[in-house]
């Protein structure tokens, strides 16, 4: 199974700044993602992170306030940029280490608190 | 649009008691269902993944169910224990070409010692 690491754990940011999420996998994968889970809430998909190309961006949510890197096939990163409290959330970054169809892993998220 | 409901939204009960966990979908197009269980603050640890042609997983003292014709899925959890309190979610991979699982939100159990 793959192996996701995120960094950082957790932060604290202050309003109006930006932050940036790394995630690390131990294997090459095709298909990686970047979550939300606001307090108390399920998961939402954020965007897909494409290889190469521009992330696909789910509805809601938009390239400017959350620009997403995809350097190869085995790191990503996702900014949240001039944060506000609202985003305060975990942010998770998820893989299908096979593509569609497969077991999805994710890494331990970022919890991020905006003040 | 899909969308995936769990049920129990809380649950509570005595070590030892067998349970199950709910979940129901309303587009039967998907690859597959998978299980997890988030425990506070962390990620989420996969638990069983069940194929879309398939009717069942197990993995120790846990099983899952899949009715993909009528939008349903059980978790059942053998001879529950302290460790196994947490938040269970339950997530379909849609299968028309949407990219991401679609999530329910979860379970939160709490087994009492």
């Known amino acids: 199974s793959a192996v996701i690491s995120q960094k950082p754990s957790r932060d604290i940011c202050q309003r109006g700044t930006s932050l940036t999420i790394q995630c690390q996998v131990d294997?090459?994968?095709?298909?990686m993602f970047w979550y939300r889970q606001q307090p108390g809430q399920s998961l939402t998909l954020i965007a897909t992170?494409?290889?190469?190309?521009?992330?696909?961006?789910e509805s809601g949510f938009v390239i400017d306030k959350f620009p997403i890197s995809r350097p190869n096939l085995t790191f990503s990163t996702l900014t949240v940029s001039n944060m506000s409290p609202e985003d305060s959330s975990i942010y998770l970054c998820?893989?299908?280490?096979?593509?569609?169809?497969?077991?999805?892993?994710f890494g331990q998220g970022t919890r991020l608190t905006v003040v | 649009k899909q969308e995936v409901t769990q049920i129990p939204a809380a649950l509570s009960v005595p070590e030892g008691e067998n349970l199950v966990l709910n979940c129901s979908f309303t587009?039967?197009?998907?690859?597959?269902l998978q299980w997890f269980r988030q425990d506070p603050g962390k990620g989420l640890t996969s638990l069983l993944l069940?194929?879309?042609?398939?009717r069942e997983q197990t993995s120790g003292r846990l099983n899952a169910s899949l009715d993909k014709s009528s939008g349903r899925s059980t978790l059942y959890i053998a001879a529950s224990q302290p460790g196994d309190s947490a938040t269970y979610l339950c997530?379909?991979?849609?299968?028309?070409?949407?990219?991401?699982?679609?999530f329910g939100k979860g379970t939160h159990l709490i087994i009492q010692p």
């Open positions: 998820s893989v299908l280490e096979g593509g569609r169809g497969t077991e999805a892993f």
């Open positions: 587009d039967s197009a998907i690859y597959n």
């Open positions: 992170a494409n290889q190469g190309s521009e992330a696909t961006y």
């Open positions: 997530a379909v991979e849609p299968g028309g070409g949407a990219d991401g699982l679609t």
């Open positions: 294997s090459q994968v095709t298909m």
């Open positions: 069940i194929q879309s042609s398939q």
